[in-house]
Nanobody
């Protein structure tokens, strides 16, 4: 398994930007597809984005498409989520997660999770 630590959250005004990082420890980081999920108070955790191990495939939730960009640097064992044009409804705890093999939006298939980082967007 891989251990994950998120960072980069914070408070930002609507229209602003943040970049989240997810640092992984363990071997074979490039074998893992890396996903970002978020959970707002009172809501279920939801899919945000995912990137394949090589970085060649990505997927985004419709709510963030065109505003968020997922990337990774396998040499640094780190995945990123660049968030632009942030909206108050993006406020949530953001989690990164890792899985092998298939690309999926199904969070139940992810076995490794970080502790989360809070993103708050003020109006």
């Amino acid at each position: 398994q891989v251990q994950l630590v998120e960072s980069g959250g914070g408070l930002v005004q609507a229209g602003g930007s943040l970049r989240l990082s997810c640092a992984a420890s363990g071997r074979s980081f490039s074998s893992y597809n890396m996903g970002w999920f978020r959970q707002a108070p009172g809501n279920e955790r939801e899919f945000v984005s995912i990137i394949s191990g090589s970085g060649g495939r990505t997927d985004y939730a419709d709510s963030v498409k065109g505003r968020f960009t997922i990337s990774r640097d396998n040499a640094k064992n780190t995945a990123y989520l660049q968030m632009n044009s942030l909206k108050p409804e993006d406020t949530a705890v953001y989690y990164c997660a890792a899985k092998l093999w298939t690309i999926t939006r199904d969070l139940s298939q992810f076995r490794s999770w970080g502790q989360g980082t809070q993103v708050t967007v003020s109006s």
